[in-house]
């Protein structure tokens, strides 16, 4: 089960509202190898049936993602204070987790359509813990670009303040998954893990 804090890690406000850095935030938060994107590698249903360790690094990294983007979605909404309701219409449609945030409702829902549901049954498709491993630090790597880019261009101190902190939590989660790739590397009977089996219908685990 997931613990919600209402006080955020991190946070900073804006010096001034900013429709154009509203913009670019909501491309490292939902784009390709965004927040979003990135944190869906961690937190589908599959989790469950990883092994010891593994798994405790990818729930960890995986909440840590859910932290970072619910701060992202505070600075988009204190960017689009005053903006035209179209164009706050417009950013709440694409981005469900900055309408969660604005609206005061469960960030958890909004991200489900992204991550899946957290707490599912597992499937029965066997897993290979390396290239979940591989993949997750690749996206860590792509997304880290993506955050370096957006907070060079930004003059907001604030916003690119905010940004340092994503860049130094990415890098970690970056260093993490490769970490787990070099023992994993080294343990290949750890690779391999597989889910409770499905019932005939496909719609769940089997009974236990």
Known sequence: MLNHRRDLQFTCRPARPDLKSAGRLGRVLGVQYSEIDVAAHYLSGWTGAVPGHYR?????????????????????????????????DRV??????VAAVMGGTDLER???????????????????????????????????????????RSDDPDVR?????????????????????????????????????????GTGAADE
């Not at 990818?58 to 619910?70: K, R």
């Not at 979605?73 to 179209?86: G, K, N, Q």
């Not at 939590?169 to 790739?181: F, L, N």
């Open 56 to 88: 405790d690094t990818l729930v960890h990294v995986g909440v840590d993602q859910v932290a970072m983007i619910e701060m992202l979605a505070t600075m988009i909404a204190r960017l689009l204070d005053d903006a035209p309701a179209e164009r706050v």
């Open 110 to 152: 909004a991200l489900e359509p992204a991550c899946g549901p957290w707490r599912r049954e597992n499937t029965s498709d066997r897993q290979n813990l390396l290239a979940d491993f591989l993949a997750n630090a690749r996206a860590e790597r792509d997304h880290l670009a993506l955050v370096h880019e957006f907070r060079d």
């Open 161 to 201: 303040l905010l940004l340092s902190y994503v860049v130094a939590r990415t890098d970690t989660h970056r260093r993490e998954c490769a970490e787990a790739v070099a023992a994993l590397t080294e343990e290949p009977e750890e690779r391999v893990y597989a889910g409770k089996p499905r019932r005939a219908d």
């Open 92 to 97: 709440l449609r694409t981005h469900p987790t």
